[in-house]
T-cell receptor, first 115, second 112 residues
Framework: GAVVSQHPSRVICKSGTSVKIECRSL??????MFWYRQFPKQSLMLMAT?????????EQGVEKDKFLINHASLTLSTLTVTSAHPEDSSFYIC???????????FGPGTRLTVT | KQEVTQIPAALSVPEGENLVLNCSFT??????LQWFRQDPGKGLTSLLL?????REQTSGRLNASLDKSSGRSTLYIAASQPGDSATYLC???????????FGPGTSLSVIP
């Protein structure tokens, strides 16, 4: 199947700083990418949907000014957590999809710890 | 709005037992239904994907079924092993470019 990568896999940052997470589709062009967040012992919750070249669509309750999403190309989407706080510590997973594919492909996830 | 639920939330079985994990979804207009495995602190591993036109899929000791009319899917694990211990997530997809709706997961523990 297709491969989606995420970088970094793990990051620790101090409260108040910003962190950028990259999601890349390595062998296909993804017209749509999704960002999910997973808190301990909980399931994955969608944060936002990004389409190449347009603004992201955020789920209710997700602060768009705090979680900046850029989908500048068909193979790259970035999530920037601005002014991070300890409560932003979580596991962030991206997925990539395209019309005609049988499924979406998920990245391996990024573990963010804010101290 | 699609909602996915899973029963049971947690399951502990002795090694060697056969077991069934259940998944229910409210909107039968799905593109596919997928089962994932997630180990603690790790990402998702896709186990089985059932297209909307299919009834079941098999891979080794795993068998997943889909009944769209009743909004149900089951994951059957035969001859469970301690290495099967993980959280199993059921997920429904409406189109290949739409968001995936995940169930809350079933935490499985297989006791040696």
């Amino acid at each position: 199947g297709a491969v989606v990568s995420q970088h970094p896999s793990r990051v620790i940052c101090k409260s108040g700083t910003s962190v950028k997470i990259e999601c890349r589709s390595l062998d296909f062009q993804a017209t749509t990418m999704f960002w999910y967040r997973q808190f301990p012992k909980q399931s994955l919750m969608l944060m936002a949907t990004s389409n190449e070249g347009s603004k992201a669509t955020y789920e209710q309750g997700v602060e768009k000014d705090k979680f900046l999403i850029n989908h500048a190309s068909l193979t790259l989407s970035t999530l920037t957590v601005t002014s991070a706080h300890p409560e932003d510590s979580s596991f962030y997973i991206c997925s990539a999809g395209q019309d005609g594919l049988l499924e979406q492909y998920f990245g391996p996830g990024t573990r963010l710890t804010v101290t | 709005k699609q909602e996915v639920t899973q029963i049971p939330a947690a399951l502990s079985v002795p090694e060697g037992e056969n077991l069934v994990l259940n998944c229910s979804f409210t909107d039968s207009a799905i593109y596919n239904l997928q089962w994932f495995r997630q180990d603690p602190g790790k990402g998702l591993t896709s186990l089985l994907l059932i297209q909307s036109s299919q009834r079941e899929q098999t891979s080794g000791r795993l068998n997943a079924s889909l009944d769209k009319s009743s909004g149900r899917s089951t994951l059957y694990i035969a001859a469970s092993q301690p290495g099967d211990s993980a959280t199993y997530l059921c997920a429904a997809l409406k189109t290949s470019y739409d968001k995936v709706i995940f169930g809350p997961g079933t935490s499985l523990s297989v006791i040696p």
